[in-house]
Structure formats: C-alpha cells, structure tokens
C-alpha cells in the first residue's frame, strides 16, 4: 500500500520544512502556509522514503522528513516512475503530476556532504485539483487515466 509518512511544510523557501501531523491543501495554490504555494505548476513537492534512504545508505546522517523540502514524504510508490499528467488521490484530495525531478542551482546542503541529492531525479511536483486535508498515513491511490 502506498501511503503518506509525513506533510512538511516552511514558512520562508530554501529551508527545512517542518513536519506536520495534516496540512490543507487548497486548489491552484498547494499547501496552506507553504513558502512554495502558489498558482503555478508546482505547487506541491513529494519525495519517496525509498529515496530518502538511498541517501542515508551513503553514510548521511540525520536525515529525516523534510530535509529534502518536500511537501509530502511518501512510501511505497516510485513517485518519479509517475508519467506526467498522473492523477492520485490522498484522502479525498486530488493531485495532478506536473514536473518529475528539478534542476539544482544552489547545491543544497545534502549535495555539499556526499556529492548527490535524489531530489532534483526522483522528487516529483503536482498541483492540487481538488482541495482537502491530507494527514500522515492516508492512503495513496492513483486514478486510472481515462
């Protein structure tokens, strides 16, 4: 089952977010309160836990939810195997993929430690479709296309 492990969000953008327990995600904007919100195309940031620990098999520690800036932290789902234009579902809430992966201008502090950072390759973006609240271990469900 895939599924949500954690919603994190931050104020001011280029930093850590924070977990939160539920976050409300509202329509052509992404996470209420989120630095990154916004109506554009990537509104919402997910990261796999799969990829996560990629990064901590290489010897990083301290790594947790959020550190990667993601908005939602998945397990799971290979999150960047999603062509896009996939739709999912996460407790009523509809997500649309827009973008798979970034480019890295700045060299995040990960980068810095151990030459490599998953999010700009498995990171994926969406925009919210359809607005809700979305909580830790809420199910993941991708909508079939039509």
């Known amino acids: 089952m895939a599924r949500v492990t954690a919603i994190n969000i931050s104020e001011k953008k280029g930093i850590p977010k924070t977990t939160i327990n539920e976050g409300e995600f509202i329509v052509d904007f992404g996470l209420k309160g989120d630095a990154h919100g916004g109506n554009w195309h990537r509104q919402v940031s997910f990261l796999g836990q799969e990829s996560i620990d990629k990064v901590k098999a290489l010897g990083v520690e301290g790594l947790c939810t959020g550190k990667f800036a993601e908005n939602i932290t998945t397990e799971g789902i290979e999150l960047y195997t999603l062509p896009i234009g996939t739709k999912f579902d996460i407790n009523g809430v509809v997500f649309e993929v827009t973008q798979i992966g970034k480019e890295c201008h700045q060299k995040c ?34 909508i079939p296309a039509e």
């Open 109 to 142: 502090a990960i980068f810095k430690l151990v030459g490599d950072c998953v999010m700009p390759k498995e990171g994926i973006f969406a925009k919210v479709l359809k607005g809700g609240i979305v909580r830790t271990n809420d199910e993941i469900t991708v």
